[in-house]
């Protein structure tokens, strides 16, 4: 059996797996997990590349020591819109910033002033968002950053680290796509939002296709670490690789469930409508050419800063029983909009939707399943609204959602999206970000010949878990009073 390796990287958490296979089968072991905590510095939210290179590089020791010269490939993959920025002679400038490091406040409105925020959708089919490239790097010209004054290339966090392997510069495409600042019509950067928004051109290089393989591991890198494997550009996005590895087929809308919940669906062609951007949704580039059209829920966020604040008060429950609390608690009793500016930055999440639900109006969640169900039940209407919507704007029958993700895991939510869109789920692979940037891999190996028998390999390695709708009519009373709170809370 071949191994291919894959680095998937996540804010918060990163691992190196393995993907064993001799395309009929496929299995995943984790070879190496570790921890990715941003760090508030004097000068800002910032990650530690130099910690992450080195946990990658202690990855791949062990799988060169398990698997030796079975190792086909490698490939990377790391969330959206964060970037480093390199010196002609290819050095670091600077620690990278943490999407949601407070620098870009205000600046949606220093866009809209030199450029203006839908002239930039019409260019990048991206919507203005705080955590946006583009807005990160505004703000770096607005405060005259020293690093945007001395960089001669921007690379996006997967492209560095690829580069640091392999020596190459270069800027995957469907994770350049998250910038704003790149065309999905022409495959190229967007130039006329980076002339007007006054950003160097200097510093936008090589754009690659996803599957564009960037030669082996360094020689330093080799020694170092055992063995020698070429590296592969995969869908380097997470949300891209996570959409390659749902093994949907026909009209199906997509579902990408971790901290974000991201729904969408793959299309030939972006849509720059006015209506699509007057209701906020996005295109980002996917794998074999398509467009990624999608809307950002936050979902899992709620779940995970729930339980990262009871942690901190000594109490550890697990995912399960969170999701066990949940299900235990009255339904229906009040809502909050779970992308609420309120709700969008870490501190004390459950104080957080009881003041929501105060502020409102509404009966105020008391125990911990109580508030973990209005988080539950908000987060699948909120899918309800995006999911009607995308039919509207993409004019398909879209007759079922394949999810895939952390999410999938989640029975609780699983249903209740079910249930509240009167659509089928279905849910599987939990791992779909790693599959898919592992059989991007494989096609650019040309030991499979299609994306397409990339994800029938996964269906029959994790068959998908269907969940019917379960007396859906009993969503639409409290779907109506979550629509009138989202229109007298805006």
Request: charged share 20%; with cysteine; hydrophobic share 40%.
């Amino acid at each position: 059996m071949k191994v291919f390796l894959a680095v998937d990287l996540g804010a918060g958490s990163g691992r190196v797996l393995a993907g064993r296979t001799d395309f009929e089968s496929l299995e995943l072991e984790d070879v190496h997990r570790f921890e990715n905590p941003a760090t508030d510095l004097p000068g800002g939210l910032v990650w530690n590349p130099v910690g992450l290179h080195r946990e990658i590089l202690h990855g791949l020791r062990l799988a060169v020591r398990k698997y030796g010269d079975r190792i086909a490939a490698l490939g990377i993959d790391t969330w959206g819109v964060d970037f480093a920025l390199l010196d002609a002679q290819g050095r670091l400038l600077g620690l990278p910033h943490q999407y949601r490091d407070p620098r870009t406040d205000g600046m949606e409105e220093e866009c809209e002033r030199r450029f203006g925020n839908a002239r930039i959708y019409a260019s990048t089919g991206i919507m203005p968002f705080f955590l946006n490239t583009s807005h990160q790097l505004v703000a770096e010209a607005v405060r005259g950053g020293a690093a945007l004054t001395h960089a001669s290339h921007l690379v996006m966090m997967p492209d560095l680290f690829a580069y640091w392997l392999t020596g190459r510069i270069m800027v995957e495409r469907t994770n350049a796509s998250t910038t704003q600042l790149f065309s999905p019509a022409t495959n190229d950067w967007a130039w006329d939002v980076i002339e007007g928004l006054g950003l160097p051109r200097r510093i936008f290089g090589e754009v690659v296709a996803p599957g564009t393989p960037l030669g082996e591991l360094r020689p330093e890198v080799a020694a170092e670490v055992g063995g020698r494997f070429p590296v592969i550009a995969t869908a380097t996005h997470d949300t891209a690789a996570a959409v390659a590895g749902i093994p949907g087929e026909g009209n199906y809308a997509f579902l990408s469930s971790g901290t974000w919940s991201i729904i969408g669906a793959e299309l030939p062609e972006p849509i720059l409508t006015d209506e699509a951007f007057t209701v906020g949704w996005a295109n980002e580039l996917g794998v074999e050419g398509t467009t990624r059209f999608l809307r950002n829920i936050s979902g899992g966020w709620l779940f995970q800063e729930c339980q990262r604040h009871w942690a901190g008060e000594g109490e550890e429950l697990s995912f399960d029983e969170l999701s066990a609390l949940a299900g235990d608690a009255e339904a229906f009793t009040a809502f909050v909009d779970p992308d609420h500016d309120d709700l969008a930055s870490p501190g004390n999440m459950p104080s957080k939707i009881a003041e929501f639900c105060r502020r409102t109006g509404q009966p105020v969640p008391a125990s911990k399943g109580s508030i973990l169900r209005v988080a539950v039940e908000s987060i699948a209407l909120k899918h309800r609204i995006r999911f009607r919507q995308l039919r509207d704007l993409t004019g398909r029958d879209l007759d079922r959602i394949h999810m895939g993700g952390g999410g999938s895991r989640n029975t609780l939510l699983t249903q209740a999206i079910a249930d509240a869109c009167q659509t089928p789920v279905h849910a599987g692979p939990v791992e779909a970000t790693a599959c898919g940037n592992l059989i991007v891999q494989m096609v650019a190996t040309g030991d499979l010949p299609d994306i397409a028998a990339g994800r029938r390999l996964i269906a029959r390695a994790e068959p998908p878990k269907i969940f019917e709708p379960q007396r859906p009519e009993s969503w639409n009373e409290p779907a109506a009073r979550f629509a009138a709170l989202l229109k007298t809370d805006d």
